[in-house]
C-alpha cells in the first residue's frame, strides 16, 4: 500500500466519527502524491504524514456562564495546537452550535497550510465552543467569553499560540476575551488579533479576508486571459467575509447579485446594497428578510438555492460543505467560469472534483481566504514593534501577500506537471515548507 494510503487509513482509524477531519485530510494527502512519491524513503522514515496528521495538542473545557434568568449555562469551548513548526500557532475561535472537535482538527489541520502559504511565519491552531452567540444578550455574550477566557488564558500568548475571530467570534467576543486575558494574566499583549482599533487592532484586519478573496480572484482571473471588470458574482454568506467581499467586488467593478443566511438567501439583480446588509447584519444582527423588506430590487427565498442563480464567478462564503455536487453542476451549465472560496472547505470533494473536470477556475479555501490570518500576522507584527500602519500599508501589503500566493500555487501546480490544478499548487507549496522545518527540527 502507498504511505499516503496508509496514513489515510489510520486517520481515519484513530479519528474515528470526525467526517470533516478525515475530508480535509483526503484532500491535502491526495494532492501531495507526487511530492511524497519522490520523497518516500526520508518522509516514510520521518514519519512525516504521521506526525504532520497528529495535532501537538488539544485541549477540551467544560465553559459554565449564567443567562439573563439567572439559570447555569455549559459548553465546551476546544483549542487544537496543531503544528507550530514555522511560527507560533494561530487561528480562529469559532462559536456556533456546530463545532465539535473533529470541526476544529479539520479547521486546525488547513489551518497550517493556509498560514504557510501566506510566507509569514505562523503555525496552525483553531478553536472554539459550541456555544451560539444568535439571540444572546450582550451580558450573556461576555459571561460566556470570561468563562471561556478563563481557562483558554493557560494555554496561549503572543509568542506560543495566538487566537482570533472566525463565525460567531467578531469585535464584540474578542474586546470581551482580550479583557479577561488581561485581568487574569496581568500583561498587555498581543495573544488575540481582530482587536479592536483603539486596543491594539490592525486597520484593515476587518476587511482584509474578503478582500483578500478578491484580490486572489482578481489575479487567478487575469492570468487566465479574464477581467473582473462587468463579471457577475454569486456570493454565500452573508458574516464578515461575504460583506467585506461583497464591497470589494463592486470596487473592482463586479456586481454581486446574491447572500445567504442560515434561513434563506437574496437575489438582488440590481447588486447587493452593502451599507445596508452592514446596517442589517452587523448593527441589528438581524436577518435577511429585514435587507428584502428594505430593498425593492430584492427578492427573498427561504432554504438554499444560491448556487441555481447564473453568475460568471461564485464565492461560497458561509461555511463547510455547502456547494455540493448538483450546486456544481448548476454553475457549469450556467456557464460560471471561476469559484474562490471564501469560507474554509465550503466545496465537497466530489463538487470540486467536476467543477476543475469542467474547466472552472478553482481557487481552495486555504488560499482564497489567507487574507484574514495574513493580515492577523500583520497585526501580530504592529503590536511587536508597538506602532501602528495605516490602512493603506497593511491593505497594499495584503493585496501583495495575495498575488504571492497565487503565483506561489500555480508554480507548485505546473512543477508537479498539474498546471491549473490549484488545490493540489496550494496543498504543495504549503506543505513543502511545513516539511522542511519539521525535519530540520528534528523529531519533536
Ligand atoms: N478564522 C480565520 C481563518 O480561518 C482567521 C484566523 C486568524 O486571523 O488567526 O483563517
Redesign the pocket.
Known amino acids: 500500500m502507498s504511505y499516503v494510503d496508509e496514513v489515510l487509513e489510520r486517520v481515519v482509524a484513530k479519528n474515528p466519527a470526525e467526517p470533516e477531519f478525515h475530508q480535509a485530510v483526503k484532500e491535502v494527502l491526495e494532492s501531495l502524491r507526487p511530492v511524497i512519491e519522490a520523497n518516500e524513503e526520508t518522509y516514510r522514515r520521518e514519519a512525516l504524514l504521521e506526525r504532520l496528521t497528529e495535532p501537538d495538542r488539544q485541549f477540551k473545557f467544560r465553559v459554565p456562564w449564567v443567562d439573563d434568568k439567572g439559570q447555569v449555562q455549559v459548553n465546551t469551548g476546544y483549542r487544537v495546537q496543531f503544528n507550530n513548526s514555522i511560527g507560533p500557532y494561530?487561528?480562529?475561535l469559532?462559536l456556533h452550535p456546530s463545532v465539535n472537535l473533529g470541526i476544529i482538527k479539520f479547521?486546525g489541520f488547513e489551518?497550517i497550510f493556509?498560514n504557510s502559504l501566506t510566507g509569514l511565519p505562523?503555525g496552525g491552531g483553531?478553536g472554539g465552543s459550541d456555544f451560539d452567540p444568535k439571540g444572546k444578550s450582550d451580558r450573556e455574550v461576555m459571561a460566556f467569553c470570561q468563562s471561556f477566557m478563563t481557562e483558554l488564558n493557560k494555554y496561549i500568548g503572543a509568542d506560543t499560540d495566538?487566537?482570533?475571530?472566525?463565525i460567531g467570534t467578531g469585535a464584540r467576543e474578542i474586546g470581551y476575551m482580550f479583557g479577561q486575558f488581561k485581568k487574569i494574566r496581568g500583561t498587555y499583549e498581543g495573544v488575540l488579533?481582530?482587536k479592536g482599533l483603539s486596543y491594539g487592532g490592525s486597520l484593515a484586519r476587518t476587511e482584509a479576508?474578503g478582500y483578500g478573496l478578491l484580490y486572489l480572484t482578481e489575479e487567478m482571473l487575469k492570468c487566465n486571459g479574464h477581467d473582473i471588470k462587468g463579471k457577475t458574482v454569486c456570493v454565500s454568506g452573508s458574516g464578515n467575509v461575504a460583506i467585506y467581499a461583497t464591497q470589494k467586488a463592486h470596487q473592482l467593478g463586479a456586481k454581486v447579485v446574491t447572500v445567504s443566511d442560515s434561513s434563506g438567501w437574496v437575489y438582488d439583480p440590481e447588486g447587493i446594497d452593502v451599507a445596508l446588509l452592514k446596517e442589517v447584519k452587523e448593527v441589528k444582527r438581524a436577518r435577511l428578510t429585514e435587507y428584502a423588506a428594505a430593498r425593492p430590487s430584492a427578492e427573498y427565498h427561504e432554504g438554499r438555492g444560491v448556487w441555481s442563480v447564473k453568475c460568471d464567478i461564485a464565492l461560497p462564503c458561509a461555511t463547510q460543505n455547502e456547494l455540493f455536487l448538483e450546486d456544481a453542476k448548476a454553475l457549469v451549465a450556467n456557464g460560471c467560469i471561476a469559484v474562490a472560496e471564501g469560507a474554509?472547505m465550503p466545496t465537497t470533494l466530489d463538487a470540486t472534483e467536476y467543477l476543475q473536470q469542467n474547466k472552472v477556475l478553482f481557487a481552495p479555501g486555504k488560499a482564497a481566504?489567507?487574507g484574514?490570518?495574513a493580515?492577523?500576522a500583520l497585526e501580530m507584527s504592529q503590536n511587536s514593534e508597538r506602532l501602528s500602519w495605516s490602512f493603506e500599508e497593511v491593505d497594499s501589503k495584503l493585496q501583495g501577500i495575495m498575488v504571492n500566493i497565487f503565483h506561489n500555487l500555480d508554480d507548485a501546480a505546473k512543477r508537479y506537471g498539474k498546471e491549473g490544478d490549484y488545490v493540489a499548487g496550494a496543498n504543495i507549496a504549503g506543505f513543502e515548507k511545513v516539511a522542511e522545518a519539521m525535519i530540520a527540527q528534528g523529531v519533536v
Open positions: 494561530k487561528g480562529g469559532r479547521l489551518q493556509k505562523i483553531k495566538v487566537p482570533a475571530g472566525d488579533t481582530g479576508t474554509n481566504n489567507a484574514g490570518v493580515t492577523s
